[in-house]
C-alpha cells in the first residue's frame, strides 16, 4: 500500500492551503482515510476522517467550521481543504488510510504545514 500526501508549505495566519492525499496498492471495499498531524513532543492527533463511500465524517473540535475534507469519486483521493488558518494548527500532517473495522493501517510520509506571519 502506498500513501502520498502533497500540499503543504508556508502561510500567514488567516489563509488557506489545500492537502492531498493519493493511497495505492490496496484492494479493500470499505476503508477510512484520515488527516492527521503532529508536532514535536507531542502526539499525533486526528484532524478529519472519511469512510470510502463518504458517509461518516467527523472533526476534531479544534477544526470544525474551518477544515473541510473530502474525496474523489473514483480515485483513492482525498483532500483536505484548510481555511481561516491559525499558528496552532502547525504541524506535519500525515495521512492514513485502512479497512474500515481495522485500527492499523498505512501512512504517508507527511506534508509541513507552518501558518506564520
Known amino acids: 500500500v502506498r500513501v502520498v500526501e502533497s500540499g503543504g508549505g508556508l502561510v500567514q495566519p488567516g489563509e488557506s492551503l489545500r492537502l492531498s492525499c493519493e493511497a495505492s496498492?490496496?484492494?479493500?471495499?470499505?476503508?477510512?482515510m484520515s488527516w492527521y498531524r503532529q508536532i514535536p513532543g507531542k502526539e499525533r492527533e486526528l484532524v478529519a476522517a472519511?469512510?470510502?463511500?463518504?458517509?461518516?465524517?467527523n472533526y476534531a473540535e479544534s477544526v470544525k467550521g474551518r477544515f473541510t475534507i473530502s474525496r474523489h469519486n473514483i480515485k483513492n483521493t482525498v483532500w483536505l481543504q484548510m481555511n481561516s488558518l491559525e499558528p496552532e494548527d502547525t504541524a506535519v500532517y500525515y495521512c492514513?488510510?485502512?479497512?474500515?473495522?481495522?485500527?492499523?493501517?498505512?501512512w504517508g510520509q507527511g506534508t509541513q504545514v507552518t501558518v506564520s506571519s
Open positions: 472519511m469512510t470510502a463511500g463518504g458517509g461518516a465524517i
Open positions: 496498492g490496496f484492494t479493500w471495499s470499505a476503508y477510512v
Open positions: 492514513k488510510v485502512r479497512p474500515r473495522k481495522v485500527d492499523d493501517g498505512f
